[in-house]
């Protein structure tokens, strides 16, 4: 049985798609990652399944990621979300390979369960050294999505313009039309 994903934004960086299994719909918190399922789903939107098991130890991990990566991005240079997120780095590691294509990188963990997770640590990294400042928070108030803003001009400001975006229009227009 395929289940579908149910989140409102998808195709994220990874890191920022392990944040994104947490949404408001409503003003009722949703969470993909409740069960094996759930994490299924999410390891399949992001081509990491098969790759690693989902199972109860992997879901647990995983999970201990995505709170390490919100508490960094809550926080960002807080000493102890640092730490949290390094615990989580300490996982795994990337040995240096060379293949056919030329030289290459293979992650490599002692114990396959933290995969997904110090995968999704990993590629925060990534975001960090290439545009911090692109790595951002929906900016209306009710919704806890994040994005890496790949616009030209770097002013998103919304998870989805047609959610979001014109949520805040429509609250725009409702003042104005209700003080005239």
Same mark, same amino acid.
């Given at each position: 049985m395929t289940v579908t994903d149910p989140r409102p934004l998808t195709g994220e960086p990874v890191s920022l798609d392990l944040l994104n299994t947490r949404w408001n719909v409503e003003g009722v918190r949703q969470d993909l990652l409740t069960d094996v399922d759930g994490l299924t789903v999410w390891l399949t939107a992001n081509g990491l399944e098969g790759r690693f098991a989902a199972d109860a130890g992997t879901l647990r991990h995983t999970l201990? +990621? @995505? %709170? +390490? #990566? @919100? +508490? #960094?991005? %809550? &926080? !960002?240079? %807080? !000493? &102890?979300?640092t730490a949290r997120v390094d615990a989580v780095l300490g996982h795994g590691r990337i040995r240096a390979t060379l293949t056919a294509e030329g030289p290459g990188e293979e992650a490599e963990f002692a114990d396959p369960s933290w995969g997904p997770g110090w995968t999704a640590a990993r590629d925060y990294l990534d975001l960090l050294r290439t545009a911090p400042d692109r790595i951002r928070a929906c900016a209306?108030? &009710?919704c806890i999505l994040h994005f890496f803003d790949t616009s030209r001009n770097g002013t998103r400001r919304w998870c989805s313009m047609a959610v979001c975006g014109n949520r805040a229009k429509a609250s725009r227009h409702y003042a104005r039309t209700k003080e005239s």
């Open positions: 201990t +990621a @995505r %709170d +390490a #990566l @919100r +508490a #960094l991005v %809550d &926080a !960002p240079g %807080d !000493p &102890a979300a209306h108030e &009710a």
